[in-house]
């Protein structure tokens, strides 16, 4: 007896699948819009914390070095940080407690927003120390 042989010509097609129902296939996970504006303001905290610190020595050299102005300026970076700031961390964290898509930006806006509120409430402290000593 001889063996089979095999080779190309002996090769059968595989038999198609068995037609099963199909999945509906799933949406593709698109970002939350809560994440996207915590990150969004968390950004904006970042630039108009830059912002405000580059104009501090031209509010200076332009008021004659006048203490008043510059406490205006603090004050007002110190609202609308704090607005931003506040803004990325609720939004951030109603993102990442509801688990929704997007997590890294949420987490990031959640960051920024929270370090400038430490920068806040830092600045308030160290002018109180101003006035006790």
Do not use: D, K
Not at 19 to 29: E, F, L, N
Not at 63 to 79: P, T
Request: aromatic share 6%; charged share 5%.
């Amino acid at each position: 007896m001889s063996a089979p042989e095999t080779g190309p010509a002996t090769w059968s097609s595989p038999a198609p699948p068995a037609s099963a129902p199909s999945a509906p296939s799933a949406p593709a996970a698109r970002r939350s819009p809560l994440a996207v504006v915590a990150f969004v303001a968390g950004v904006a905290t970042a630039l108009v914390s830059a912002l405000f610190t580059l104009a501090v020595p031209l509010v200076l050299s332009t008021s004659g070095f006048s203490y008043g102005a510059l406490g205006a300026l603090q004050l007002v970076n110190g609202v609308l940080g704090s607005a931003l700031a506040i803004t990325a961390v609720v939004t951030g964290s109603v993102a990442l407690v509801r688990r929704q898509p997007g997590a890294a930006l949420a987490g990031a806006g959640t960051a920024l927003g929270a370090s400038t509120l430490l920068g806040v409430v830092l600045g308030l402290v160290q002018g109180g120390l101003y006035q006790l000593f």
